[in-house]
């Protein structure tokens, strides 16, 4: 009984650790919302406030891994919720670890089916391994580039 009670104990710690990683990580239904409602404030406040909201605002505009980057077609970030140093560079020709040009296939989605998904490789910004990505794109209808949000696989 008392072997029992260990198995049903372990278990269950297993179980809510387990349970806490996932809480720690975003979904992909919850990376397009997010990308969704990212446009929508773009449409509503215009690009130069939102850009600063989604650099600044983290109650807002960061949930569990999930965070709002924005980038003009040309591959200028315009706002990173995670690392507010890279506004301003242009990152059309970074690469992830396989070699992929995941910016620019980005902007490439942007233009010609204006949202969509883009997987690639990339550190978590929590765990800071490299770990596989997808972020949903979103073209914006009041500035031309888009807005992004990644959610690790």
Do not use: C
Request: charge should be positive; proline fraction near 1%; charged fraction near 25%.
């Amino acid at each position: 009984m008392k072997v029992f009670r260990s198995l049903i104990a372990l278990t269950l710690v297993g179980f809510v650790s387990v349970n806490a990683l996932s809480q720690e990580r975003g979904t992909k239904d919850e990376a397009k919302a997010m990308a969704e409602q990212a446009a929508a404030h773009v449409k509503k406040v215009g690009p130069d406030q939102a850009f600063k909201d989604f650099s600044t605002d983290k109650a807002t505009w960061t949930k569990k891994d999930l965070y709002v980057f924005a980038n003009d077609i040309n591959g200028n970030t315009k706002a990173h919720g995670a690392n507010d140093k890279l506004v301003g560079k242009n990152m059309m020709e970074l690469k992830d670890q396989n070699g992929k040009l995941f910016i620019k296939e980005m902007s490439e989605l942007a233009k010609s089916k204006g949202s969509g998904w883009v997987e690639y490789d990339w550190a978590h910004p929590q765990t800071k391994k490299v770990d596989g990505k997808a972020t949903y794109v979103m073209k914006l209808s009041n500035f031309d580039g888009y807005v992004g949000v990644g959610v690790y696989r």
